[in-house]
Protein backbone atom coordinates (compact mmCIF):
# COMPACT_ATOMS: atom_id res chain seq x y z
CA UNK A 1 0.00 0.00 0.00
CA UNK A 2 0.94 3.27 -0.58
CA UNK A 3 1.75 5.96 1.97
CA UNK A 4 0.20 9.10 2.47
CA UNK A 5 2.64 10.94 4.63
CA UNK A 6 1.77 14.54 6.11
CA UNK A 7 4.61 16.35 7.08
CA UNK A 8 4.19 19.49 9.55
CA UNK A 9 6.56 21.81 10.14
CA UNK A 10 8.66 24.14 7.95
CA UNK A 11 11.88 24.70 8.91
CA UNK A 12 15.52 23.64 7.39
CA UNK A 13 14.93 20.49 9.91
CA UNK A 14 11.26 19.16 8.20
CA UNK A 15 13.31 20.16 4.98
CA UNK A 16 15.71 17.34 5.34
CA UNK A 17 12.72 15.10 6.95
CA UNK A 18 10.53 15.83 3.10
CA UNK A 19 13.60 14.58 1.31
CA UNK A 20 14.10 11.56 3.42
CA UNK A 21 10.28 10.55 2.57
CA UNK A 22 11.06 11.67 -1.53
CA UNK A 23 14.13 9.48 -0.98
CA UNK A 24 12.34 6.90 0.33
CA UNK A 25 11.74 3.58 -1.85
CA UNK A 26 8.51 2.68 0.11
CA UNK A 27 6.10 4.34 -2.50
CA UNK A 28 4.37 7.29 -0.34
CA UNK A 29 3.22 10.62 -1.38
CA UNK A 30 4.06 13.50 0.74
CA UNK A 31 1.67 16.64 1.66
CA UNK A 32 3.40 19.14 3.88
CA UNK A 33 1.47 22.43 6.20
CA UNK A 34 3.13 24.64 8.52
CA UNK A 35 2.84 28.09 9.19
CA UNK A 36 5.23 29.47 7.26
CA UNK A 37 5.69 28.36 3.45
CA UNK A 38 9.28 26.52 2.68
CA UNK A 39 9.62 26.57 -1.35
CA UNK A 40 12.13 23.70 -0.37
CA UNK A 41 9.14 20.99 0.81
CA UNK A 42 6.72 22.80 -1.30
CA UNK A 43 8.69 21.76 -4.34
CA UNK A 44 9.07 18.20 -2.97
CA UNK A 45 5.67 17.69 -1.94
CA UNK A 46 2.02 17.06 -3.26
CA UNK A 47 0.49 19.85 -2.07
CA UNK A 48 2.11 22.03 0.82
CA UNK A 49 -0.59 24.02 2.74
CA UNK A 50 0.28 27.04 4.84
CA UNK A 51 -2.05 26.73 8.44
CA UNK A 52 -1.30 27.06 12.10
CA UNK A 53 0.83 24.08 12.63
CA UNK A 54 0.16 24.46 16.55
CA UNK A 55 -3.92 24.27 16.02
CA UNK A 56 -4.89 20.62 16.28
CA UNK A 57 -7.86 20.75 14.51
CA UNK A 58 -6.40 22.80 11.64
CA UNK A 59 -3.89 19.75 11.18
CA UNK A 60 -6.28 17.03 11.74
CA UNK A 61 -8.90 18.86 9.05
CA UNK A 62 -6.18 19.03 7.00
CA UNK A 63 -4.71 15.33 7.51
CA UNK A 64 -8.24 13.66 6.71
CA UNK A 65 -8.74 15.95 3.95
CA UNK A 66 -5.28 14.73 1.95
CA UNK A 67 -6.20 11.29 3.91
CA UNK A 68 -2.77 10.86 5.11
CA UNK A 69 -1.69 7.48 6.57
CA UNK A 70 1.33 8.64 8.71
CA UNK A 71 2.51 11.96 9.91
CA UNK A 72 5.71 13.25 10.57
CA UNK A 73 5.95 16.16 13.10
CA UNK A 74 9.31 18.50 13.09
CA UNK A 75 9.31 21.15 15.71
CA UNK A 76 8.35 20.94 19.26
CA UNK A 77 5.33 23.05 19.58
CA UNK A 78 2.78 20.90 17.74
CA UNK A 79 3.82 18.25 19.97
CA UNK A 80 2.93 20.50 23.28
CA UNK A 81 -0.43 21.82 21.51
CA UNK A 82 -1.23 18.04 21.42
CA UNK A 83 -1.46 17.43 17.59
CA UNK A 84 -0.35 14.37 17.40
CA UNK A 85 -3.35 13.25 20.23
CA UNK A 86 -5.53 15.01 18.01
CA UNK A 87 -4.38 12.81 15.17
CA UNK A 88 -4.52 9.96 17.33
CA UNK A 89 -8.20 11.00 18.00
CA UNK A 90 -8.77 10.17 14.42
CA UNK A 91 -7.04 7.15 13.27
CA UNK A 92 -3.45 8.63 12.06
CA UNK A 93 -0.56 7.66 13.75
CA UNK A 94 2.07 9.84 13.85
CA UNK A 95 5.16 9.11 14.52
CA UNK A 96 5.96 11.48 17.67
CA UNK A 97 5.45 11.47 20.92
CA UNK A 98 1.72 12.58 22.58
CA UNK A 99 1.89 15.65 24.47
CA UNK A 100 2.56 13.55 27.98
CA UNK A 101 5.11 12.38 26.85
CA UNK A 102 6.70 14.79 25.21
CA UNK A 103 7.03 16.87 28.39
CA UNK A 104 10.42 15.31 28.78
CA UNK A 105 11.32 18.24 26.50
CA UNK A 106 8.38 20.85 27.12
CA UNK A 107 8.62 20.90 30.96
CA UNK A 108 11.95 21.79 32.10
CA UNK A 109 11.22 21.14 35.82
CA UNK A 110 9.37 18.17 35.03
CA UNK A 111 12.51 16.90 33.03
CA UNK A 112 14.88 17.01 36.10
CA UNK A 113 12.18 15.91 38.39
CA UNK A 114 11.71 12.79 35.84
CA UNK A 115 15.36 11.78 35.67
CA UNK A 116 15.23 11.86 39.62
CA UNK A 117 12.45 9.82 40.33
CA UNK A 118 13.38 7.48 38.08
CA UNK A 119 17.70 7.25 38.78
CA UNK A 120 18.61 8.32 35.33
CA UNK A 121 21.83 8.32 34.56
CA UNK A 122 23.61 11.70 33.88
CA UNK A 123 21.53 13.85 36.55
CA UNK A 124 22.84 17.41 37.75
CA UNK A 125 22.62 19.11 40.81
CA UNK A 126 18.90 21.33 40.29
CA UNK A 127 16.31 22.95 42.27
CA UNK A 128 12.50 23.78 40.42
CA UNK A 129 10.82 26.87 41.50
CA UNK A 130 6.89 28.57 40.99
CA UNK A 131 8.16 32.17 42.00
CA UNK A 132 10.84 34.27 40.31
CA UNK A 133 11.61 35.87 43.70
CA UNK A 134 12.88 32.08 45.23
CA UNK A 135 14.89 31.47 41.95
CA UNK A 136 16.21 34.87 42.09
CA UNK A 137 17.61 34.58 45.82
CA UNK A 138 18.56 30.64 45.12
CA UNK A 139 21.01 31.80 42.37
CA UNK A 140 22.58 34.72 44.71
CA UNK A 141 23.24 32.23 47.02
CA UNK A 142 24.00 29.36 45.10
CA UNK A 143 28.03 28.22 45.47
CA UNK A 144 29.13 28.55 41.80
CA UNK A 145 27.84 28.93 38.47
CA UNK A 146 24.18 27.95 37.34
CA UNK A 147 22.73 27.32 34.40
CA UNK A 148 18.83 29.54 34.75
CA UNK A 149 15.57 28.23 33.00
CA UNK A 150 12.68 29.21 32.20
CA UNK A 151 10.61 25.62 32.43
CA UNK A 152 8.61 26.13 29.08
CA UNK A 153 9.36 26.16 25.35
CA UNK A 154 11.80 29.30 24.50
CA UNK A 155 13.15 28.25 21.23
CA UNK A 156 16.34 27.20 22.74
CA UNK A 157 17.03 31.05 23.56
CA UNK A 158 15.92 31.24 27.24
CA UNK A 159 18.89 29.85 28.89
CA UNK A 160 21.35 31.86 30.64
CA UNK A 161 24.48 30.27 31.93
CA UNK A 162 26.63 32.35 34.63
CA UNK A 163 30.44 32.81 34.53
CA UNK A 164 29.80 31.87 30.62
CA UNK A 165 27.41 34.81 28.98
CA UNK A 166 26.50 36.48 32.01
CA UNK A 167 27.24 37.18 35.92
CA UNK A 168 24.93 36.32 38.51
CA UNK A 169 23.69 39.80 38.60
CA UNK A 170 22.89 40.37 34.97
CA UNK A 171 21.16 36.12 35.44
CA UNK A 172 19.16 37.72 38.54
CA UNK A 173 18.35 41.06 36.48
CA UNK A 174 17.49 38.46 33.16
CA UNK A 175 14.89 36.54 35.16
CA UNK A 176 13.08 39.21 36.90
CA UNK A 177 12.50 41.21 33.04
CA UNK A 178 11.15 38.04 32.46
CA UNK A 179 7.54 37.08 31.88
CA UNK A 180 8.04 33.57 34.05
CA UNK A 181 7.32 32.58 37.38
CA UNK A 182 8.49 28.82 37.00
CA UNK A 183 12.11 28.39 36.31
CA UNK A 184 14.59 25.39 36.93
CA UNK A 185 18.10 26.88 38.37
CA UNK A 186 20.80 24.23 37.73
CA UNK A 187 24.64 23.41 38.25
CA UNK A 188 26.56 25.20 35.41
CA UNK A 189 27.69 21.88 33.52
CA UNK A 190 31.82 22.56 32.03
CA UNK A 191 32.55 20.36 29.07
CA UNK A 192 31.37 19.57 25.29
CA UNK A 193 28.23 19.27 24.48
CA UNK A 194 26.99 16.48 21.86
CA UNK A 195 23.93 15.41 20.82
CA UNK A 196 22.51 11.48 20.05
CA UNK A 197 19.32 11.45 18.66
CA UNK A 198 17.65 7.82 18.91
CA UNK A 199 14.80 6.40 16.64
CA UNK A 200 12.24 5.27 19.63
CA UNK A 201 9.32 2.24 19.16
CA UNK A 202 8.31 -0.40 21.11
CA UNK A 203 11.36 -1.52 22.93
CA UNK A 204 13.53 -0.36 20.37
CA UNK A 205 15.92 2.67 20.88
CA UNK A 206 18.09 2.96 18.10
CA UNK A 207 20.70 5.79 17.82
CA UNK A 208 22.54 8.04 15.13
CA UNK A 209 25.91 9.52 15.20
CA UNK A 210 26.48 12.03 17.98
CA UNK A 211 26.23 15.64 16.59
CA UNK A 212 27.68 18.55 17.61
CA UNK A 213 25.48 22.18 17.21
CA UNK A 214 26.63 25.39 17.83
CA UNK A 215 24.32 27.53 19.72
CA UNK A 216 26.19 31.09 20.00
CA UNK A 217 25.35 33.40 17.26
CA UNK A 218 29.68 34.49 16.62
CA UNK A 219 32.49 32.74 16.41
CA UNK A 220 34.48 31.22 18.64
CA UNK A 221 30.97 30.43 20.39
CA UNK A 222 30.46 34.32 21.24
CA UNK A 223 27.06 36.22 21.20
CA UNK A 224 23.69 35.29 22.14
CA UNK A 225 22.37 31.71 21.46
CA UNK A 226 20.40 31.12 18.91
CA UNK A 227 18.08 28.10 17.49
CA UNK A 228 21.55 26.67 16.36
CA UNK A 229 24.40 28.15 13.43
CA UNK A 230 25.36 25.30 12.00
CA UNK A 231 26.29 21.30 13.09
CA UNK A 232 28.98 18.70 12.23
CA UNK A 233 29.42 15.19 12.34
CA UNK A 234 32.09 12.35 11.67
CA UNK A 235 32.10 9.46 9.60
CA UNK A 236 31.85 6.77 12.80
CA UNK A 237 29.01 7.02 15.55
CA UNK A 238 31.71 9.61 17.44
CA UNK A 239 33.31 12.99 17.26
CA UNK A 240 36.66 13.55 17.29
CA UNK A 241 37.06 15.01 20.86
CA UNK A 242 34.54 11.39 22.31
CA UNK A 243 35.48 7.97 22.95
CA UNK A 244 33.68 4.99 22.20
CA UNK A 245 32.70 5.12 25.87
CA UNK A 246 30.86 8.16 25.76
CA UNK A 247 28.55 7.14 22.63
CA UNK A 248 27.68 3.45 24.66
CA UNK A 249 27.18 6.00 28.03
CA UNK A 250 24.53 8.26 26.08
CA UNK A 251 22.93 5.23 24.62
CA UNK A 252 22.51 3.82 28.24
CA UNK A 253 21.27 7.22 29.42
CA UNK A 254 18.35 7.39 25.96
CA UNK A 255 17.27 3.81 27.30
CA UNK A 256 16.58 4.00 30.46
CA UNK A 257 14.56 7.36 29.29
CA UNK A 258 12.38 5.45 27.26
CA UNK A 259 12.54 2.79 29.62
CA UNK A 260 10.61 5.07 32.40
CA UNK A 261 8.67 6.65 29.97
CA UNK A 262 7.28 3.59 29.05
CA UNK A 263 5.20 4.67 25.99
CA UNK A 264 7.30 6.82 24.22
CA UNK A 265 8.01 6.90 20.12
CA UNK A 266 9.26 9.04 17.50
CA UNK A 267 12.52 10.61 17.63
CA UNK A 268 14.17 11.30 21.46
CA UNK A 269 17.13 13.89 21.67
CA UNK A 270 19.46 14.01 24.11
CA UNK A 271 22.02 16.75 24.58
CA UNK A 272 24.56 15.61 26.12
CA UNK A 273 28.05 17.53 28.22
CA UNK A 274 31.06 15.28 28.41
CA UNK A 275 32.42 16.77 31.80
CA UNK A 276 35.61 15.80 33.78
CA UNK A 277 32.91 13.52 35.64
CA UNK A 278 31.60 11.79 32.61
CA UNK A 279 28.63 11.99 30.46
CA UNK A 280 25.68 14.21 31.57
CA UNK A 281 22.30 15.50 30.43
CA UNK A 282 21.85 19.01 29.48
CA UNK A 283 18.34 18.35 28.33
CA UNK A 284 15.63 16.42 26.08
CA UNK A 285 14.16 17.13 22.77
CA UNK A 286 11.50 15.62 21.81
CA UNK A 287 12.07 15.50 18.39
CA UNK A 288 15.01 16.21 15.65
CA UNK A 289 17.53 18.68 16.19
CA UNK A 290 17.45 21.50 13.76
CA UNK A 291 20.37 21.59 12.66
CA UNK A 292 20.86 18.16 13.66
CA UNK A 293 18.36 16.71 10.98
CA UNK A 294 20.27 17.88 8.42
CA UNK A 295 23.28 15.76 9.86
CA UNK A 296 21.71 12.97 10.45
CA UNK A 297 19.03 12.23 7.84
CA UNK A 298 21.27 12.76 4.34
CA UNK A 299 23.64 9.94 5.58
CA UNK A 300 20.81 7.77 6.99
CA UNK A 301 20.58 4.90 4.31
CA UNK A 302 17.55 3.05 5.94
CA UNK A 303 14.36 3.58 4.48
CA UNK A 304 12.58 6.87 6.20
CA UNK A 305 9.36 5.53 5.38
CA UNK A 306 10.20 1.74 6.18
CA UNK A 307 10.70 3.04 9.42
CA UNK A 308 7.48 5.40 10.27
CA UNK A 309 5.22 2.10 9.31
CA UNK A 310 7.29 -0.13 11.47
CA UNK A 311 6.49 2.25 14.26
CA UNK A 312 2.87 2.21 13.18
CA UNK A 313 2.41 -1.39 12.93
CA UNK A 314 4.17 -2.45 15.96
CA UNK A 315 7.04 -3.97 13.83
CA UNK A 316 10.51 -3.99 15.22
CA UNK A 317 12.21 -1.21 13.67
CA UNK A 318 14.68 -1.74 11.07
CA UNK A 319 18.44 -2.06 11.21
CA UNK A 320 19.92 1.64 10.96
CA UNK A 321 22.20 1.93 8.22
CA UNK A 322 24.28 4.94 8.33
CA UNK A 323 26.90 6.39 5.23
CA UNK A 324 30.48 6.41 6.98
CA UNK A 325 30.95 10.31 6.24
CA UNK A 326 31.11 13.08 7.64
CA UNK A 327 28.83 16.08 7.59
CA UNK A 328 29.35 19.90 7.94
CA UNK A 329 25.92 21.85 8.49
CA UNK A 330 26.25 25.78 8.35
CA UNK A 331 23.00 28.16 8.15
CA UNK A 332 23.11 31.73 6.47
CA UNK A 333 21.13 33.61 8.75
CA UNK A 334 20.39 37.30 7.97
CA UNK A 335 22.82 39.78 8.74
CA UNK A 336 22.52 41.38 12.16
CA UNK A 337 21.22 38.23 12.93
CA UNK A 338 19.63 37.62 15.79
CA UNK A 339 20.11 40.89 17.51
CA UNK A 340 19.29 43.22 15.30
CA UNK A 341 18.53 40.78 11.60
CA UNK A 342 17.73 42.60 8.50
CA UNK A 343 15.71 40.54 5.96
CA UNK A 344 15.32 40.99 2.09
CA UNK A 345 18.14 39.88 1.02
CA UNK A 346 17.87 37.35 -2.15
CA UNK A 347 18.82 34.02 -1.84
CA UNK A 348 20.65 32.69 -4.82
CA UNK A 349 22.14 29.68 -4.05
CA UNK A 350 22.90 27.33 -7.37
CA UNK A 351 22.09 23.55 -6.52
CA UNK A 352 23.59 22.36 -9.65
CA UNK A 353 26.70 24.26 -9.08
CA UNK A 354 26.64 23.19 -5.45
CA UNK A 355 26.84 19.30 -6.50
CA UNK A 356 29.64 20.21 -9.08
CA UNK A 357 31.67 21.81 -6.26
CA UNK A 358 30.76 18.59 -3.94
CA UNK A 359 31.95 16.20 -6.69
CA UNK A 360 35.63 17.97 -6.38
CA UNK A 361 35.40 16.55 -3.02
CA UNK A 362 34.03 12.74 -3.85
CA UNK A 363 30.72 14.39 -1.68
CA UNK A 364 27.86 15.90 -1.58
CA UNK A 365 26.04 19.19 -1.38
CA UNK A 366 22.82 19.58 -0.13
CA UNK A 367 20.57 22.58 0.68
CA UNK A 368 17.55 22.95 2.93
CA UNK A 369 15.31 26.15 3.15
CA UNK A 370 14.40 27.73 6.41
CA UNK A 371 12.68 30.94 7.50
CA UNK A 372 12.43 32.49 3.42
CA UNK A 373 9.98 34.44 1.29
CA UNK A 374 9.29 33.26 -1.58
CA UNK A 375 7.94 35.77 -4.57
CA UNK A 376 7.38 36.29 -8.13
CA UNK A 377 11.46 37.04 -8.99
CA UNK A 378 13.16 34.87 -6.02
CA UNK A 379 13.33 33.83 -2.47
CA UNK A 380 14.13 36.26 -0.29
CA UNK A 381 15.11 36.39 3.61
CA UNK A 382 12.96 37.27 7.10
CA UNK A 383 14.25 38.20 9.95
CA UNK A 384 15.35 33.92 11.04
CA UNK A 385 17.91 31.83 10.10
CA UNK A 386 17.09 31.58 6.07
CA UNK A 387 18.74 28.87 4.95
CA UNK A 388 21.42 25.79 5.29
CA UNK A 389 23.87 24.08 3.16
CA UNK A 390 25.42 20.66 4.11
CA UNK A 391 28.57 19.45 3.21
CA UNK A 392 28.64 15.08 2.48
CA UNK A 393 32.33 14.04 2.36
CA UNK A 394 34.77 11.46 3.76
CA UNK A 395 36.35 13.97 6.36
CA UNK A 396 34.97 16.60 8.40
CA UNK A 397 37.78 18.98 7.23
CA UNK A 398 36.58 18.13 3.28
CA UNK A 399 32.85 18.53 4.35
CA UNK A 400 33.50 21.65 5.38
CA UNK A 401 35.09 22.73 2.16
CA UNK A 402 32.20 21.54 0.55
CA UNK A 403 29.97 23.76 2.65
CA UNK A 404 31.81 26.69 2.62
CA UNK A 405 32.84 26.54 -1.36
CA UNK A 406 28.57 26.36 -1.73
CA UNK A 407 28.30 29.38 -0.01
CA UNK A 408 30.96 31.14 -1.86
CA UNK A 409 28.78 30.63 -4.98
CA UNK A 410 25.87 32.06 -3.28
CA UNK A 411 27.96 35.06 -1.81
CA UNK A 412 27.80 36.64 1.89
CA UNK A 413 26.31 39.32 1.35
CA UNK A 414 23.26 40.45 3.66
CA UNK A 415 24.09 37.06 5.33
CA UNK A 416 25.52 35.88 8.47
CA UNK A 417 27.15 32.47 8.96
CA UNK A 418 29.61 31.35 11.43
CA UNK A 419 32.49 29.97 9.19
CA UNK A 420 34.86 28.51 12.36
CA UNK A 421 31.62 25.49 12.07
CA UNK A 422 33.28 22.18 11.28
CA UNK A 423 37.07 23.84 10.86
CA UNK A 424 39.89 21.56 11.90
CA UNK A 425 40.69 24.67 14.05
CA UNK A 426 38.04 24.22 15.91
CA UNK A 427 37.62 20.96 15.68
CA UNK A 428 40.89 20.49 17.18
CA UNK A 429 40.43 23.26 19.92
CA UNK A 430 37.67 20.82 21.35
CA UNK A 431 39.56 17.92 21.31
CA UNK A 432 42.08 19.83 23.44
CA UNK A 433 39.40 20.95 25.27
CA UNK A 434 38.15 17.38 26.77
CA UNK A 435 42.07 16.30 26.82
CA UNK A 436 42.35 19.58 29.10
CA UNK A 437 39.55 18.28 31.19
CA UNK A 438 40.54 14.19 31.47
CA UNK A 439 43.94 15.65 33.15
CA UNK A 440 46.16 14.54 29.90
P1 LIG B 1 18.71 24.10 26.41
O1 LIG B 1 17.64 25.06 25.96
O2 LIG B 1 18.43 23.39 27.69
O3 LIG B 1 19.24 23.27 25.28
O4 LIG B 1 19.96 25.01 26.73
C1 LIG B 1 20.54 25.78 25.74
C2 LIG B 1 22.01 25.77 25.94
O5 LIG B 1 22.34 26.32 27.22
C3 LIG B 1 22.63 24.39 25.94
O6 LIG B 1 22.88 23.90 24.68
C4 LIG B 1 23.90 24.66 26.71
O7 LIG B 1 24.87 25.24 25.86
C5 LIG B 1 23.47 25.66 27.73
N1 LIG B 1 23.15 24.97 28.98
C6 LIG B 1 21.95 24.47 29.36
N2 LIG B 1 22.03 23.90 30.57
C7 LIG B 1 23.30 24.03 30.98
C8 LIG B 1 24.03 23.66 32.16
N3 LIG B 1 23.44 23.04 33.18
N4 LIG B 1 25.35 23.97 32.22
C9 LIG B 1 25.95 24.61 31.20
N5 LIG B 1 25.33 24.99 30.07
C10 LIG B 1 24.02 24.71 29.96
N1 LIG C 1 19.77 22.22 17.89
C1 LIG C 1 19.06 22.40 19.08
C2 LIG C 1 17.63 22.07 19.01
O1 LIG C 1 17.12 21.64 18.00
O2 LIG C 1 16.97 22.25 20.02
Request: proline residues 4%; negative net charge.
Amino acid sequence: MSETVLLVGGGGREHAIARAVDEAEEPATLYACASNRNPGIARLAEEFETLDENDPDAVVDYALEVGATIAAIGPESPLQAGVVDALEDVDVYAFAPREEDARIETDKAFQREFMEANEIPGRIDYETFDDVDDACNYVESYDGDVAVKPVGLTGGKGVRVTGDQVTTDEAVAYMRDSDWDDWVVEERLVGEEFTVQAFVAGDDVLVSPAVQDHKRAYEGDEGPNTGGMGSYSDASFQLPFMTEADSVEALRILEATVDALEDYRGVLYGQFMLTAEGVKVVEFNARFGDPEAMNTLPVLETDYVELMQAARDGRPLPELEFAEQATVCKYAAPEGYPVDPKAGTKVAVDEERAREVASDYDGDALLFYASVDERDDGIYTTTSRAFAVVGVADTISDAEAVAEAVLDEAGDEGLHVRHDVGTDALVQARIDHVQELRGN
